[in-house]
């Protein structure tokens, strides 16, 4: 594909750094391009890239997951998130298969604030369906980005607090540290759209012995006599 061809050569153009020999398949590799340069890519190509077919343009962004740099796997996430807006519910499934070929949690959480919220915004019914069944999902990916939706504004908008604090429920034992620090930044930004029933739930994860990864997290903000009463709830 013309364009595909067109944003890596960008990419290599600017890249301080060269993939290593030989390169890692199970993470991204570093190209040393700073995050507000790969968003200036993004709308550098937003045009040809919304120029597309639907189903050219999730191919793009899977051509460009795959490269295997974490520049190049943001950069498909954040044109794709250009034109989320445009797609239905029927997108689920492809997006889905999208997060199975992740190699990091920095990417992940780029297509949750990115793309999936938008959909959540959207398609609430829908999409909160395919978020339970990924939260069972063999996928530390799939996992994480069923509770990192719930964070950054869609958090703050007290809109889903419900529905964060049970995908929050289903996680909170889960034995993947990064899965657990997503349920803990969730459960941060959560607060700040409802405080008085997730500081509640918090608190009763700290009576029920849950890992304290998700609980310090979740408090973080916390300063003073309020953070030292939280940590001092004891199973």
């Keep these: 594909m013309e364009l595909h061809r067109r944003i890596l050569d960008a990419l290599e ?9 030989p390169p890692p398949t ?3 590799w570093d190209l040393g391009i700073a ?4 968003r200036r890519l993004a709308a ?10 639907q189903a ?4 793009l962004t899977a051509h460009l997951l795959d490269h295997g740099s974490d520049e190049a796997a943001h950069l498909g996430i954040f044109l794709l998130g250009k034109t989320i807006d445009r797609f239905d519910r029927s997108v689920l499934r492809a997006l889905g298969q999208m997060v199975e070929s992740f190699r990091g949690w920095s990417v992940t959480d780029a297509f949750c604030i990115e793309v999936l919220q938008s959909i959540l915004r959207r398609d609430p019914d829908a999409t909160i369906r395919t978020l339970e069944e990924w939260s069972t999902s063999s996928s530390r990916w799939k996992r994480r980005a069923s509770v990192v939706v719930y964070a950054r504004k869609i958090g703050a908008s007290g809109e889903f607090t419900e529905q964060g604090l049970a995908a929050c429920e289903r996680l909170i034992w889960d034995t993947d540290d990064l899965v657990r620090k997503g349920v803990g930044w969730a459960l941060k930004d959560l ?17 029920r012995g849950v890992s304290s990864t998700i609980t310090l997290y979740a408090i973080r903000d916390f300063v003073g006599e309020e953070r ?8």
């Design 35 to 38: 995050t507000p340069d790969v």
């Design 56 to 59: 050219k343009q999730l191919g």
């Design 26 to 28: 199970d993470c991204y």
């Design 44 to 53: 550098r190509f937003a045009k040809d890239y919304a120029a597309l077919s």
């Design 191 to 207: 607060m700040k759209g409802e405080k008085a029933p997730v500081l509640r739930f918090v608190e009763e994860l700290r009576r």
């Design 13 to 21: 153009t600017m890249a301080r750094r060269r993939a290593p020999d």
């Design 228 to 235: 030292r009463r939280i940590l001092s709830i004891r199973p």
